[in-house]
């Protein structure tokens, strides 16, 4: 049974560009969740994705977005990059409110 | 808003001993949820303990337990019988019984085994 998968690994991108992550939820779970993990720190919760609907959101700006497909994969797209935006990225699946289990995790550096 | 506060950035234990990580947390909630999840270099976080609030009865599995003072408002995590294989960042996290699970984490302790 395949775990919480996200991709890609790892990637660089330069200020102002766009980037897209995506998370495969662990198999059953019908729930994301995405958090922000910078270097040294706590992870910060970004928003949950439940049916296809953003269900609650973080303090972050607009723009980051997601979106949930009807297998409940999902997609972070963070637009307009800042210098600040380098970090781990961590995707968490669960069914509705159960037991989030985590995924490795996609480290985006921008220069 | 809900605080995670762990103010060891980083704690030594050798082989076999046993070690406490403190954690603090500051709600207004009567109803809610505290972890400890651990972080290897993997990246990964795996839970490792949770406790219910409700519950006076510390959370325990094998070697790792948990000192849950509700009053005082503090969450510590005990390992005992410390491996090698326990090295790696440990999270304190909060989570409020109606916040649909946006965890709340700590910054981290740094937890170093020596053989």
């Known amino acids: 049974d395949a775990g919480v998968t996200q991709s890609p690994t790892h990637l660089i991108k330069t200020r102002g560009q766009q980037v897209t992550l995506r998370c495969s939820p662990k198999?059953?779970?019908?729930?994301v969740s995405w958090y922000q993990q910078a270097l040294g720190q706590g992870p910060q919760f970004i928003f949950q994705?439940?049916?296809?609907?953003?269900?609650q959101r973080g303090n972050f700006p607009d723009r980051f977005s997601g979106h949930q497909f009807p297998n409940y994969s999902s997609e972070l797209n963070v637009n307009a990059l800042l210098l600040g935006d380098s970090a781990l990225y961590l995707c968490?699946?669960?069914?509705?409110?159960?037991?989030?289990?985590f995924g490795e995790g996609s480290r985006l550096t921008v220069l | 808003a809900q605080t995670v506060t762990q103010s060891q950035p980083e704690m030594s234990v050798q082989e076999a001993e046993t070690v406490t990580l403190s954690c603090t947390y500051d709600?207004?909630?009567?109803?809610?949820?505290l972890f400890w999840y651990k972080q290897p270099p993997s990246r990964q976080m795996i839970l490792v303990i949770r406790?219910?609030?409700?519950?006076?009865q510390n959370a325990t599995e094998n070697r790792f337990s948990v000192n849950f003072q509700k009053a005082a408002k503090s969450f510590s995590l005990k390992i005992s019988d410390s491996q090698l294989g326990d090295a790696a960042m440990y999270f304190c996290?909060?989570?409020?019984?109606?916040?649909?699970?946006?965890?709340?984490f700590g910054s981290g302790t740094r937890l170093l085994v020596r053989p």
């Open positions: 968490a699946s669960s069914f509705d409110t159960g037991e989030l289990f």
């Open positions: 198999s059953g779970h019908d729930t």
């Open positions: 994705y439940y049916e296809e609907e953003e269900r």
């Open positions: 709600t207004s909630e009567s109803d809610y949820y």
């Open positions: 406790q219910e609030a409700y519950k006076q």
């Open positions: 996290a909060y989570l409020g019984a109606d916040s649909s699970y946006k965890l709340i």
